[in-house]
């Protein structure tokens, strides 16, 4: 038996009651083979399993466990756990509590966020400052600015080797700790990227362009498009420095992206990828109750449209709305304080898109920042009019939702007539966010 299995099964024996209970991890890993070591506030069983050869197992694999009770630990939980499969290893923390547990995918999120980063440095410049103070770094993604190629956006994906090394460098770049190049950067996790399932991307005929000059017009992205096979697209729409370029045949678009990606127009290195499709209903109803997390704001998992420090892969908070019974949506509780501006402030120019949620106060900035987030084209507002008994105009918009990715098309229109132009914008923008 290794010191360190004893020493681990021996700490656990000191906060659970009865020796018994360190005996049974002992007798435990002497049946199985597994090492068993304490470190970080958890205990790691396995990690690799006697026998094991070759890499440890792909992302995907991992389950995250909650609401273990306090008195239960590896003696009681690998049997459980291997009815499903073969574990490769086990890791416990050592303050869960509860009765019931919860299982679900772990996130094995590899990629930290880094925000306020200088404008001016480079691809190399960053990746280089990230190894000098942190361990594992694979790569550093970098987006040029909208505006100006031959600026960064102010933030970086820092891609680590493994969950492991990505938490241990945020622990190291926490805000204060470490001012590269003399200023002080945000940290945090970036969001996953959205997985949609390789049955649904074989049908994906779109595809996804960015890194476009704001000057790209949509007719010469199709020009550009139709030169490696005349007539292959069937239209583009472009938004800002991104645009989606549909094609009549799947075939033709993944030609297309083999082609044209890192190709040059208008002086820009475009980039090019399948378009993910967007599940509007299931991510909107999430939204609206309360089922997502902090971590699910990009729906489509493509970077930032603007500049700014918004964490592309998302971070918004969460709506705090209720929309049961007769309580209509309301926005969330916002800070509305004002500040005063004093001698010195330095004033940033900024995208509203690169803000969180939690900075909007109404259902119509919610809409737009949702459809704006989720690839959509911005919601239209139809307005209509009656005249009620007593004389007065009353008024009714009716809201059109278009996915760009899929040409799909949603109208919405609330059932109650306002006397204020802005009293029914609000209204139907409430009744949109609701139904979608």
Not at 162 to 180: D, E, K, N, V, Y
Not at 205 to 223: F, G, P, Q, W
Not at 360 to 377: E, G, I, R
Request: with cysteine; net charge neutral.
């Amino acid at each position: 038996m290794h010191e360190e299995n004893k020493a681990a099964a021996n700490g656990c024996s000191k906060i659970r009651s009865g020796a018994q209970n360190g005996a049974a991890l002992l007798a435990l890993m002497e049946k199985t083979g597994y090492s068993m070591v304490q470190q970080n506030g958890q205990r790691k069983f396995g990690g690799p399993p006697p026998g094991w050869e070759g890499p440890p197992p792909p992302r995907g694999c991992e389950v995250f466990v909650g609401k273990i009770p306090r008195d239960m630990y590896e003696d009681e939980l690998v049997p459980v756990f291997e009815r499903a499969g073969k574990i490769y290893e086990l890791r416990l923390m050592m303050e869960f509590s509860g009765k019931f547990i919860g299982v679900c995918v772990s996130l094995d999120n590899c990629r930290l966020f880094i925000g306020a980063i200088p404008k001016d440095k480079k691809k190399e410049e960053i990746l280089n400052e990230m190894k000098k103070v942190t361990e594992g770094v694979v790569d550093v993604i970098v987006y040029p600015n909208a505006t100006d190629k031959t600026k960064n956006r102010g933030f970086a994906f820092v891609e680590y080797e493994s969950h492991r090394a990505a938490a241990m460098a945020r622990r190291r770049l926490i805000p204060g700790t470490f001012q590269p190049w003399g200023h002080t950067i945000q940290v945090d996790w970036a969001d996953p990227e959205k997985v949609v399932d390789e049955e649904t991307m074989q049908r994906v005929k779109v595809l996804y362009v960015r890194n476009l000059m704001i000057s790209t017009t949509e007719d010469k992205i199709k020009a550009e498009f139709n030169k490696f096979k005349p007539g292959v697209v069937e239209r583009v729409k472009k938004l800002r420095d991104y645009a989606f370029v549909h094609f009549f045949h799947r075939e033709d678009a993944v030609a297309a992206m083999s082609v044209m990606n890192g190709k040059c127009i208008d002086g820009a290195s475009i980039e090019v990828t399948l378009a993910k499709p967007v599940n509007k209903e299931n991510s909107w109803k999430q939204h609206f109750n309360g089922q997502i997390s902090p971590s699910s704001e990009n729906l489509l998992g493509f970077p930032n449209k603007e500049d700014g420090t918004q964490k592309s892969l998302g971070k918004p908070a969460s709506l705090s709305v209720r929309l049961n019974g007769q309580h209509s949506p309301g926005p969330p509780e916002v800070e509305r304080s004002t500040y005063p501006i004093f001698p010195g402030i330095k004033l940033t120019p900024i995208s509203m898109y690169s803000l969180k949620l939690s900075h909007f106060s109404s259902a119509v900035m919610h809409l737009d920042y949702f459809c704006h987030k989720n690839s959509w084209a911005p919601p239209e507002y139809c307005l209509y009019s009656t005249t009620s008994q007593d004389g007065k105009i009353l008024l009714v918009y009716k809201v059109l939702i278009s996915s760009i990715a899929d040409d799909s098309q949603s109208y919405f229109m609330p059932e109650k007539l306002c006397t204020t132009v802005e009293d029914a914008k609000e209204l139907a923008a409430q009744f949109t966010l609701l139904h979608l």
